[in-house]
T-cell receptor, first 114, second 115 residues
Framework: DQQVKQNSPSLSVQEGRISILNCDYT??????FLWYKKYPAEGPTFLIS?????DKNEDGRFTVFLNKSAKHLSLHIVPSQPGDSAVYFC?????????????FGKGMKLTVNP | NAGVTQTPKFQVLKTGQSMTLQCAQD?????MSWYRQDPGMGLRLIHY???????DQGEVPNGYNVSRSTTEDFPLRLLSAAPSQTSVYFC??????????????FGEGSRLTVL
């Protein structure tokens, strides 16, 4: 049973426009949600996170929104740049079975066209 | 500024062979983990450790062994490789205290092919 879902495998946007990446989760016990960015042949790198007690966190061009009632979060990138082209993983952190776990979604490939 | 270092970066094995993927971190992180990435499957946790001498199973532990004799090193052992273990493996670490919850520092990955 997939606890963190990224239902769209890919997204293509024009440079300068907004990119919106979506993520849904099923476990209401998650306390932090994170986005990771991954370039080919590299390891994932942490991008931005949000606590479950907040509904928005902003860091430069990147903003994450959390809707707890809908168990949904989204990552907004404004304006999008070609260097943002990568695979983005949504992840959720929480205590599961007495130990802290980080659960990842399947990832979404973002392509920003010049 | 090495961070998390994984070796080897590429490896080809025959079914039934054994090997060890090495992982070392120089950030004095207590938490270390191994993930595998497969197409359409995201990142799945294999094993993790919250400190030297302590290891535990993740989501997909079968076929893999780990040990944590030092804070710096967390090797992943494949005792008898199977084609289903063809994947990209990532080692990751984090401080248990003082860092952002869930923030992991990843190595560059090790691509393993089992024929």
């Amino acid at each position: 049973d997939q606890q963190v879902k990224q239902n769209s495998p890919s997204l293509s946007v024009q440079e300068g426009r907004i990119s919106i990446l979506n993520c849904d989760y099923t476990n209401s016990m998650f306390d932090y949600f994170l986005w990771y960015k991954k370039y080919p042949a590299e390891g994932p790198t942490f991008l931005i996170s949000i606590s479950s007690i907040k509904d928005k966190n902003e860091d430069g061009r990147f903003t994450v929104f959390l809707n707890k009632s809908a168990k949904h979060l989204s990552l907004h990138i404004v304006p999008s740049q070609p260097g943002d082209s990568a695979v983005y993983f949504c992840a959720a952190h929480g205590d599961q079975g007495g130990s802290e776990k980080l659960v990842f979604g399947k990832g979404m490939k973002l392509t920003v066209n010049p | 500024n090495a961070g998390v270092t994984q070796t080897p970066k590429f490896q080809v094995l025959k079914t039934g062979q054994s090997m060890t993927l090495q992982c070392a971190q120089d950030m004095n992180h207590e938490y270390m983990s191994w993930y595998r990435q497969d197409p359409g499957m995201g990142l799945r946790l294999i094993h993790y450790s919250v400190g030297a001498g302590i290891t535990d199973q993740g989501e997909v532990p079968n076929g893999y062994n780990v040990s944590r004799s030092t804070t710096e090193d967390f090797p992943l052992r494949l005792l008898s490789a199977a084609p289903s273990q063809t994947s990209v493996y990532f080692c990751a670490s984090s401080p248990l205290a003082g860092g952002t919850a869930g923030e992991l520092f990843f190595g560059e990955g090790s691509r393993l092919t089992v024929l």
